[in-house]
Structure formats: structure tokens, C-alpha cells
């Protein structure tokens, strides 16, 4: 009986509200209930809270408790969500991040020191380390400060206003300026001071990658072009009649199409229901006069330029010396005047954008402020830039008329594209558009689709059936010679029409510069400067006038092709600097004298005697007749990111690894096409990973970011398929060619990241000859079903017999596009980085003029489609951007959103007692009272593992009305490695993982930087803290999230050194914290988790095959582990690697590995007792192999035994370098 009673007073005692009172209770919620009016407790908190209010007191309370060692220094502040604005400036004093004492109730409970647990359960499985995330500091993107005004007004002055009468002092003294860094470490050299800075009209919805519409707070306001034609005495609706009908072309010219539901709603919301509309201004409305109004005063305004109609006289040869040569008029050529298109560039909705000065960006190192590096990125920070800008400041010629100027100079930085495409699915339908846009204006307003930043240049037409016709009656040898006859006069096409472009006013623009006045009311005097020019192979043969497929196939270096694999090697290097290809004047004059006058043949021994040493054309190159001798035509073409990878080494690749497949086994392939199917998708809108839904390896349909997928997810993909060693080759060789992707696409680029590009590039060549030599020669490998398809289908097209047995197949890597990939460097450090010039911009641009052919009546389809192009072009502002399918969430400024709606509301006891064997909910209600007591005292980290918490602690946490709000997707807003805002959208259901910041990193600085979970619940809750310890008792609402923890695979490592991807696997249901809680506001992002599809999956994990929230419905099971993909974005890339200049702040140190430079085949396990002495010593040299190494008879060495295994003459120099736009168009150039 004494036992019973201690025991049951032990119970009471347990249950005691405040000494005052001295009241005690049997169970937890009559004490809850009682001390909601205890006076006694009332008046204690009342007095508590005075003394908080007082500031000096709260000072010294806040200094004498000491920090935690394992807390951070940034707290999470009372509300869920982790603004910029509440986060303390790193090297801040500020000491409100230090939790507060209870003055009448002592010390705040502080975290326990916990000595760390073992890295594996009982069964061996990963188990997650107990200590837990550490908070991260939510930076938001911005621009360096702008300059402090001159402190002289003789400062201020360009050098080319100086007032000194020695004219070279002025040319040589340049006035270099800097500002001061950022927050990220970025800082601006100008070589002179700026006299119009557009980024101070930029705002944080500039940088952001998910925006809507930009803010236009200092935005000027420029109406159409047609109103600043005709004065500002007509109304704002002219030329239109009244507003009602301005509204509605607005919405008939606004570049869509179709007649949809999301159209109907812009009619209604932007028209119909606009104020000014009134239904009774339409009587009589007539579109086509209204358009035809429209065209009619458009063609008299001074800022745009209309389409205009010529013929290209192009020079047919007659193949005899008897006949002269005829001339054939080829009709269509749509174009606008180039100079035209400029001075409507600089006064368009996007002028305030355009940078007239150029700058070099550098980053300055947070460890070390005094190290600098340079930042590579938009064009006008380039070197190319820059050096144009001071070329005109010095050499820059003016105009007879104006021979004393001063008005300020600068360069009009002009980027080409262009590419033939389909205008339907069905038909023959083609067009050939160029776009040109402004290097000036930043390359994320290019890259916007419907900006407004890309201008239609031109359309440039085909040579018509009918040539054949004309030709035929003529030429003495047409039979025989039709082929290159036909090429010949395609090459003369296209540059005909640029001779037409290329116009004599834009000439003397060119020379003498035009003077435009600006958006700030200055006059400057604009140089234009080609820059750039992109598209993919086919056609860059035709714009460099040089051969397909002859024995010199680069467009920029006269490289043999027999040297085409030599990727990486030194003398590779060495071709590409010092044989730069130029341009044959002379020769090419010789040429055409000799197929003109004399009658021989375009391909006769005489003309191949002159040209076929460097692979060049009887062909004037429009752009150097045009422009002088002086235009550097091989440094126009730049490298090409979609055709010469993603669709051209990268499809050469997999296309031969499926080879391989079919080869290693019957089933192999099919288990490859399941395995991508099974893989999750990943991000939203173009820059995630999408389903794979068909068959990967028949490769059907397949645009370019097909590939990019393929690439991206490979490497679970194809694990364990091969035997070994092959597939670990296999395996390393995946991760190099995916990291050389990733680098290659970075939006910015350091000279670090550069260096590791430069590297990669080596060893990706190294690598790729080593597999040709060794796995594949190990497979006999045969053609694939659509190649032996695609092969009868041409024999059946030529009258051949058509064969159906499957041909042997090897891996080419004697083609243009490998030789390629050796140019990125190069061209990223003088032009910017790969996205500013990317012939994706162009392929965008086709949407629209598809979309305009849909809407012609199919007759003289191009001019329609110019005409619906500027009637475009006039009505729609650049202020009105698409809108993204995803939306923009509410504030960027926020770390993330989760809506409050409380539709799905749930009851939290009786969600826990609905199947009550799923072992996701053990201790549900605990856990989550753990992790919201543990916020709202401030903790700095996640409270879900606060074993100091007692029941009574638990009990001071309300959850008003027993209700918790689950909702279907979180928003997470982070900062990018290029000082962008972008999102992740989680969702439990698609995009369930999240990564937060580990804390293993504060003990070993070498520790993997993340920690992995499986969002299963997202939730709101309307909270109370009623406790003695409370700091406010109002209710709050509170945002968390229901995780499933993965840990790290026992016994396995990864890096960039192994060239492994981590590998992680789901905590097992033992481990106390397998499910927990956790605030959205330590979430880094969302990442992609791939299945390890090789090692299965297992029951192992949770007791239970039945129902479970830790499961997606009808799954019994889980995959016993993971990888995880560093290669789904750019972004996730670079924080793995640690240079992200973005990633700031976000306690991930720069990789170690960095500094490896490049691997060997040494590493896990050597093969080198399996390879010949020469096979080693190739190897070893082309690891080692560096221009700036000496050893130069170890190299020379080597050479020699090279020498007598390299082949001259390829049979197959690229399988791939037809793909033009899908083999829409065939140009049939030789």
C-alpha cells in the first residue's frame, strides 16, 4: 500500500504548476487547463515580460548566457519564415540572436552536448548522425554598387572630350575606375567612367530566373513606335481610331494563335473588361483595314524598319570556255535595313537596359579579400567587347562631314543566329530566318523569349526547284556535275543576301559609326561590331566558304582531320593557336576567274590545286568583301553548345553505348529503357529533368534537352550493366563528360572554373580514346534497328538494292564536333559565357514565326509573316513577358512559400490514430510539439531531438483547435551560383527531396556539405507557447515539414577525385529519428535523387508492406539506395564543387579535389598490367599532357610512336554533322 500511494504522489508530483500556487494534478491536461487562469502563473508572466521590455536589462540577460559550441550565429528568428531582412550582416554585433533568460524561472533549457553516434545501425544500414542541420543564411542576388559621382567635373569627361591639344595623350590616358564589392564579393574595372549605368534601373525581379514582369519603376514610358512617329499631339491610342480598337489589335497582334481557353481569358481580362473599352466604338470595325492602317503608318516611322522584298543574282557557270557564264535571279529575299534595326535596338522598350560602357568583373576571394579573380559572363565584360570599345576610342574614324565630333563613342555589339527550319509538320513548307540581337543588353533579357531584346533580320529563301530548269538548259556538263553545280549556287545564295544586308549605308555605319540619341537624351556615336554569328555546323560551312567534310573541316583552325581525335593532346593545342584559319582572297579570285572565264569545273584539278590545301570554297565571302580584309571571319563562329554536344558527341556516344548493350547481353537494352523511365523527375519548366516516357535507347523524336537528360542521369542508369572493368570505365567516363557539360554551361564563369574546364577537356579526350581502345574493341559492335532503317530508306531513294543485314559499327571520334569541344575555353574567356551566343536563342525564336505561318493563308507566306511580325513588334511592349507556366510566388525576398489555405484541414489525434501500425507515425505528436517548443524559444536548430523536453515542456505547446493544415507543394527560393533568385517547388507526391546544410562540416572541413530528406508532409498550424519560459503567448502561424531522413551508405565513397556519385539510402525504421520534423527555412533547395537501380529494393527499411505515408501509393517497398544527381543543373553542379560565387555564405567549402587537375587510370585499381607498353606510355602521356610541361623528348617519343598509327584519310569523319535542323533542309554542299 506505501508503494501505491508513493507511486501515485510520484504521478502528482509530477504535475505541479508554479510554487505560488503550489497546486499539483494527476495528468497533464488538468494542469493545462488550470494554468490557463492561474492567477499566480498570470501575474509571474506579466512581470516577466516587463522585465524584457526594459533594453539595458535586456542586454545583460541577453550577454550572460553563453552560446552553445555546436549553435550557430545566425538564430531563426520567432516566425517561420527566414526573411533577408531578419538575418544579421555577417560581421555584425548584434546580440539578438542569443536566446533570452527567464528571469524569474532561471536559464533557458540549452541543448545537451551529444557525443556522436555511430554511423550504422544494428543491420548495417546508413544511419543519420544525431547531430542535426546547420541554419544557412538566405543572401539575396544583387549587383555591385554603382560609382560615387566624379568628385570633379573635369572627371566626369570622356577621353575623347579632353581639352588637351596633344591627341595621343588623349588616346593612351584611359581613366580606370572601380567600385566597391558587394555583399558576394563582386566588384566593376571600368576603363573610363560610365556616362549611363542601366542596372540602376535593375531590381531584384530582374534577377530572379522565375519573374513574370520585370518592375518598370524606372522604366520610361515609350509608347509604340508608330505614336513617336507622328508627334505628341495624337492621342495615345493613334493610329487606331479610339481605344476600344487599339485594345483589340493589341490582343488579335500579340504573337498567339491558337484559340484557347488561356487566350479567351486574355481577351476578356485585357480587352473586354478594360475600362476604356466600349462596345459601341466597334461598329464598322474592319480588321484587315485597322492592320493595313497600322502598316500604312509604320512604313513612315523613323524608329522601325519593315520588311522589304529582293532578288539575289547569283553567277551560274556554264562549264565551257565557249559559253559564258549566265546570271539567275532567285526571288524571296525578305529583309529589314540593318541600320535600321540598330537605331531601333538603341530606342526600344529595352534601351534603358543597353550598357554603353564596358566593364571587367571580378570576384574578390571571402578568405582572402586581397586575391582577385576574374568573373566571365555577359558579353559586354568581355574581352572582345572591351577591345572594340577602345579600338573606336582610338582608331575610330568620323565622317567627312563631322570630322570634329565629340560626341561620346561606343560599340554597337551585333550577335547573329540563324537556322533553316519547318514552318508545319506536314508540307514543304521552309523558312530561313536571321535574328540579330545587342551583345549591350544582359544576356537573362536575351534569352527571354517574348523580351522583345531579338530582332528578325531576315528571311532568306531557298534555291528553287526551278534552277534546275534554268541550269540544265545551259551548263554542257549538268548530268554529270549537278551536285556541286547545285552547291555552288546555294553558297552563292547565301552570300548574295548578305551582300544585300550588308548594304552600303550599313557600311559607312560601320566605318564612321551612326549617331543615335539615347534613352538619357545623349547623343553618342555608335560603331557597329559583328560579334558573333551562331549556328550549327552545315551552315557554318556555308558562311566560312570552306568544304564539308574536306581534308581541313574547322571553320576556325586549319586542323587535318586525320587529327580530329586528338582532343586534349598538346599538339591538338598547338593547331588551334597557331594554325588559325584566314581568309584566301587571292586564291579564291584565282578560282572563280578559272570556273568563270576559262569554263573549268568547280571541282576541276586547277580549282582543287588552289583550294585544297585549307578546304576553302570558289566563293566570296560576303562578310570580308563587305567588310575589309582586316574582319576576322574565323573568329565570328562560335562554339555550339545544342548541335556539336548535346546533339552531336554526346548522341555519338550514346548511340554507340547502346551498341555496346546490344552486344553484352540480350536484355541489357530493355533494362536500360525501364531504368530511365523509372527515373523521377526533377525542377520545373526547361531546366529540370523531364519524364522519359518512350523507349531512351530507339531515340525517337528527341529534341536537344532530350539528350541533356540522357546525360544528366546516366550514370544510375547504366550501373551495373557491363561487366568489369568496363563498367567502371564506363562509369568514370560518364561523370567526366557530365562535369565537362555542367562546366560548359555555366551561366558564370571564374577563372577557376575555367582552369577546371581546360583540365576536364584533356582528360575527356584521354578518356573517350581510352574506351574506343579498350571497351569497345572488347564488344563486337553491330548497327542499331533505326540505323539499318535509316539506311534502306537512302538505298531505297537512290534505285540501290536495299540490304536488311546489320553492318559492324565501331565509335568515330574523327569528327568535327570532338575537335569542338577543345574550343570552349577559349571562347568563353573572349565572348562570355556559352548561353550569351547559343543557337537555342535562335530555335526559341522559330516558335513565333511557326506560330505567325499558322495564321497566313499559306500564299506568299513569308512577307505575311514579316508584316504580322512588325505589327507584333509595335503593339506589344517588352514590359509584358510570357508568363511562366509556373508562376511567380509572391516575394522573392522570402526563403520560401507555403500557402495557409485551410482546405485540407486535419485533426492531429486523429490523424495519428488512423492506421496506427504505420510506422511513419510513432511518435507523431511529440515530435512535432518537440520541433515547434524548440523554434519558438529560439533554438538554432531543429528541435525534434530534444530529449531535455519533458512531457510538462510538450504540454506548454497549443495547437489551436487540435487542426493542422496540409498542403499539396512548398516554394523555396535560393540564391543561384550566378547571383540569380530562382525556385524548387517541393511536392510529396513528384519533387519529394530536399537537401539542408550539414553540420559535420564545422568538425571536418572535408565532410559531405548536405543532408538528404524525403518531404512526406508539408503543414501549417495556428500555434500557442503557454509555458512559465514563453516569450509571447499570442498565436502565431507555423510552417513545417514531415521528413523521412536518408543517411550516407556505409563503406562507400564519392567525389570528384573518384569520380563517384554520393550514394545514400533511407534511414531504417529502428533509428529513433528516421521521420521528424523540420523548418522549411533550413531547406537549401530541392535535389534529385536517382534509384542505385543495380542494388534493388528491400523490405529492410520498414516493418510494414501495408499502407504508409512514407510510401507513394501502392509501393510495398524502397530502393535500398540512392544516388544523388550533382549533374541536374547548373546550380546543383556548382555546389557540390564549392565555387559558386552565389553560394556564398552557404558553408560549402571549395572541393579539395579541385586541385587533382586530371585523373589517371590508376585509380581503383590499376589496368596497366592489362595494356601493351605502348598503350601505357599513351596513357601516361596523354595524362601529363600540358603545352607548359617540359620533358620535350619524352613527347617526342611518343610522337613517334603515335606516327605509325595515325590514318590519314577517315573513311567516316562525322556521322552526325548533317543534323541540320532535324535533315529538313539538304544543302548539298561539297
Not at 980 to 1000: G, I, K
Not at 1009 to 1036: E, L
Request: charged fraction near 25%; hydrophobic fraction near 35%; charge should be neutral.
Amino acid at each position: 500500500m506505501r508503494l501505491l500511494i508513493s507511486f501515485r504522489l510520484l504521478i502528482i508530483a509530477n504535475h505541479k504548476c508554479v510554487t505560488e500556487c503550489g497546486k499539483a494534478y494527476s495528468k497533464a491536461k488538468g494542469l493545462a487547463r488550470h494554468q490557463e487562469d492561474c492567477s499566480h502563473l498570470l501575474r509571474i508572466r506579466k512581470k516577466s515580460q516587463e522585465i524584457r521590455s526594459r533594453p539595458a536589462l535586456r542586454d545583460i540577460t541577453h550577454a550572460q548566457v553563453p552560446l552553445p559550441a555546436s549553435a550557430s550565429t545566425v538564430s531563426e528568428s520567432a516566425s517561420s519564415q527566414a526573411t533577408h531582412e531578419s538575418l544579421p550582416v555577417q560581421g555584425s554585433d548584434d546580440h539578438s540572436s542569443l536566446p533570452p533568460m527567464d528571469i524569474d524561472g532561471g536559464p533557458q533549457h540549452l541543448s545537451r552536448s551529444v557525443s556522436p553516434a555511430p554511423c550504422t545501425t544494428a543491420s548495417g544500414r546508413p544511419r543519420r548522425n544525431y547531430r542535426l542541420p546547420k541554419r544557412i543564411r538566405d543572401i539575396l542576388p544583387e549587383l555591385p554598387p554603382p560609382l560615387s559621382p566624379p568628385e570633379h567635373e573635369s572627371e566626369a569627361r570622356a577621353p575623347s572630350e579632353s581639352s588637351l591639344p596633344i591627341r595621343r595623350v588623349t588616346l593612351i590616358v584611359w581613366d580606370y575606375v572601380r567600385t566597391l564589392a558587394n555583399q558576394f564579393g563582386l566588384w566593376r574595372e571600368y576603363p573610363r567612367r560610365p556616362t549611363f549605368d542601366p542596372d540602376v534601373c535593375v531590381g531584384l525581379d530582374h534577377l530572379s530566373n522565375s519573374h513574370d514582369t520585370p518592375s518598370t519603376d524606372h522604366v520610361p514610358d515609350h509608347g509604340s513606335s508608330v505614336q513617336e512617329a507622328s508627334g505628341s499631339n495624337q492621342p495615345s491610342f493613334w493610329p487606331f481610331p479610339n481605344k476600344s480598337i487599339q485594345l483589340l489589335m493589341g490582343w488579335l497582334n500579340n504573337g498567339k494563335t491558337s484559340k484557347s481557353e488561356s487566350e479567351a481569358n486574355t481577351l476578356v481580362r485585357e480587352c473586354l473588361l478594360h475600362p476604356e473599352f466600349r462596345t459601341e466604338d466597334m461598329k464598322g470595325f474592319n480588321a484587315n483595314r485597322e492592320n493595313q492602317r497600322m502598316d500604312h503608318e509604320h512604313r513612315k516611322s523613323k524608329f522601325r524598319s519593315h520588311f522589304r522584298e529582293s532578288s539575289v543574282d547569283i553567277l551560274v557557270p556554264s562549264g565551257s570556255p565557249s559559253r559564258p557564264p549566265q546570271h539567275h535571279l532567285v526571288h524571296g529575299l525578305l529583309h529589314r535595313n540593318l541600320t535600321s534595326v540598330i537605331a531601333d535596338a538603341f530606342n526600344d522598350q529595352l534601351s534603358h537596359l543597353i550598357h554603353y560602357s564596358p566593364f571587367k568583373l571580378f570576384h574578390q576571394s571571402p578568405s582572402n579579400p586581397s586575391q582577385n579573380e576574374r568573373v566571365y559572363g555577359e558579353v559586354y565584360t568581355s574581352d572582345a567587347f572591351i577591345e572594340e570599345f577602345k579600338n573606336v576610342q582610338l582608331h575610330g574614324e568620323l565622317p567627312p562631314s563631322d570630322p570634329h565630333c565629340k560626341r561620346e563613342r561606343t560599340v554597337a555589339a551585333l550577335m547573329f543566329s540563324s537556322d533553316a527550319t519547318h514552318l508545319a509538320d506536314f508540307g514543304n513548307a521552309k523558312a530561313w530566318p536571321v535574328y540579330v540581337m545587342l551583345g549591350n543588353i544582359s544576356k537573362y533579357v536575351r534569352s527571354q523569349p517574348n523580351s522583345g531584346a531579338l530582332h528578325h533580320l531576315a528571311y532568306i529563301p531557298l534555291l528553287p526547284d526551278s534552277f534546275n530548269d534554268f541550269a540544265s538548259k545551259f551548263h554542257t556538263s549538268w548530268r554529270s556535275k549537278k551536285d556541286e553545280i547545285k552547291a555552288h549556287c546555294r553558297r552563292e545564295l547565301m552570300h548574295g543576301a548578305w551582300e544585300i544586308i550588308l548594304d552600303k549605308e550599313f557600311i559607312d555605319a560601320y566605318r564612321y559609326g551612326i549617331v543615335i540619341k539615347c534613352i538619357d537624351g545623349i547623343e553618342r556615336r555608335i560603331y557597329p561590331r559583328i560579334f558573333s554569328y551562331s549556328a550549327d555546323y552545315p551552315e557554318k560551312v556555308l558562311l566560312a566558304t570552306i568544304r564539308d567534310k574536306g581534308l581541313f573541316p574547322c571553320p576556325r583552325c586549319l586542323v587535318h582531320r586525320s587529327e580530329l581525335q586528338n582532343l586534349g593532346l598538346r599538339r591538338d593545342h598547338k593547331t588551334r593557336s597557331e594554325k588559325i584559319r584566314a581568309y584566301l582572297g587571292d586564291k579564291i579570285a584565282t578560282a572563280r576567274r578559272a570556273i568563270y572565264d576559262l569554263g573549268l569545273g568547280i571541282r576541276s584539278s586547277a580549282v582543287e590545286l588552289l583550294l585544297r590545301s585549307t578546304s576553302a570554297v570558289p566563293t566570296a565571302n560576303a562578310f570580308v568583301e563587305r567588310l575589309g580584309e582586316n574582319f576576322k571571319l574565323s573568329a565570328m563562329f562560335t562554339v555550339d553548345l545544342l548541335h556539336e554536344i548535346e546533339l552531336g558527341t554526346w548522341k555519338s556516344l550514346f548511340s554507340h553505348l547502346i551498341r555496346i548493350l546490344y552486344s553484352a547481353g540480350e536484355n541489357l537494352v530493355s533494362t536500360l529503357d525501364e531504368r530511365y523511365r523509372l527515373v523521377p523527375v526533377f525542377g520545373s519548366g526547361g531546366n529540370g529533368i523531364r519524364r522519359f516516357c518512350s523507349n531512351s535507347s530507339e531515340m525517337k523524336q528527341m529534341a536537344a534537352h532530350n539528350f541533356e537528360d540522357l546525360l544528366q542521369c546516366a550514370i544510375p542508369c547504366f550501373d551495373g550493366l557491363l561487366p568489369e572493368p568496363h563498367d567502371r570505365h564506363l562509369r568514370k567516363l560518364l561523370y567526366r563528360f557530365a562535369e565537362w557539360h555542367a562546366l560548359a554551361k555555366l551561366r558564370m564563369h571564374s577563372d577557376t572554373t575555367l582552369d577546371l574546364l581546360d583540365n576536364l577537356t584533356r582528360e575527356i579526350g584521354h578518356l573517350l580514346r581510352h574506351f574506343r581502345d579498350n571497351t569497345c574493341s572488347a564488344f563486337s559492335t553491330m548497327e542499331l534497328p533505326r540505323e539499318v532503317a535509316a539506311r534502306q530508306r537512302r538505298q531505297a531513294s537512290n534505285q540501290q538494292v536495299t540490304s536488311v543485314t546489320r553492318s559492324p559499327k565501331s565509335l568515330n571520334l574523327s569528327t568535327i564536333k570532338l575537335h569542338f569541344m577543345g574550343d570552349y575555353v577559349f571562347h568563353i574567356r573572349r565572348l562570355g559565357t556559352t548561353d550569351s551566343y547559343s543557337t537555342q536563342l535562335g530555335e526559341q525564336a522559330h516558335q513565333i514565326v511557326k506560330r505567325l505561318y499558322r495564321v497566313t493563308n499559306k500564299k506568299n507566306a513569308l512577307r505575311q509573316i514579316g508584316n504580322k511580325y512588325i505589327r507584333h513588334r509595335a503593339l506589344c511592349s517588352a514590359k509584358k513577358w510570357e508568363e511562366r507556366e509556373a508562376g511567380h510566388f509572391r516575394n522573392l525576398r522570402d526563403h520560401h512559400f507555403i500557402s495557409h489555405s485551410m482546405d485540407n484541414a486535419i485533426n492531429v489525434y486523429a490523424f495519428v490514430r488512423e492506421n496506427p501500425g504505420d510506422p511513419a507515425k510513432k511518435g507523431f505528436i511529440p515530435k512535432l510539439k518537440n520541433h515547434l517548443l524548440g523554434r519558438l524559444q529560439g533554438r538554432t536548430f531543429d528541435a525534434d531531438m530534444h530529449e531535455d523536453f519533458s512531457d510538462a515542456d510538450r504540454n506548454t505547446i497549443r495547437i489551436r483547435n487540435g487542426t493542422i493544415f496540409r498542403h499539396q507543394t512548398a516554394q523555396i527560393h535560393y540564391t543561384t551560383y550566378d547571383v540569380r533568385r530562382d525556385y524548387d517547388t517541393l511536392n510529396p507526391r513528384n519533387r519529394s527531396f530536399c537537401m539542408v546544410a550539414s553540420a559535420d562540416t564545422e568538425i571536418d572541413q572535408n565532410a559531405h556539405p548536405f543532408w538528404y530528406a524525403q518531404v512526406i508532409g508539408i503543414f501549417h498550424a495556428d500555434v500557442q507557447h503557454t509555458g512559465a519560459n514563453s516569450r509571447d503567448f499570442s498565436w502565431r502561424t507555423m510552417e513545417f515539414l514531415w521528413v523521412r531522413w536518408l543517411g550516407f551508405e556505409p563503406g562507400y565513397s564519392s567525389g570528384r577525385r573518384l569520380a563517384k556519385l554520393p550514394k545514400i539510402g533511407f534511414v531504417p525504421e529502428g533509428d529513433e529519428y528516421s521521420f521528424s520534423f523540420l523548418d522549411p527555412a533550413q531547406v537549401i533547395r530541392g535535389c534529385h535523387l536517382i534509384p542505385a537501380f543495380s542494388q534493388g529494393r528491400t523490405n529492410d527499411l520498414l516493418s510494414t508492406q501495408g499502407q504508409t505515408e512514407a510510401r507513394q501509393s501502392g509501393e510495398t517497398d524502397d530502393w535500398a539506395n540512392y544516388y544523388v544527381n550533382i549533374f541536374a543543373g547548373c546550380d546543383m553542379y556548382m555546389r557540390y564543387i564549392g565555387l559558386g560565387i552565389g553560394h556564398r555564405d552557404s558553408n560549402v567549402a571549395a572541393n579539395p579535389d579541385l586541385e587533382q587537375g586530371k585523373d589517371g587510370l590508376e585509380e581503383e585499381g590499376s589496368d596497366d598490367e592489362n595494356l601493351s607498353e605502348e598503350q601505357i606510355l599513351r596513357t601516361r602521356r596523354d595524362e601529363e599532357d600540358d603545352p607548359e610541361d617540359g620533358e620535350e623528348e619524352f613527347y617526342e617519343y611518343l610522337e613517334a610512336i603515335e606516327a605509325g598509327n595515325e590514318n590519314e584519310e577517315a573513311d567516316e569523319v562525322d556521322d552526325s554533322a548533317s543534323d541540320f535542323d532535324d535533315n529538313i533542309v539538304d544543302y548539298g554542299v561539297l
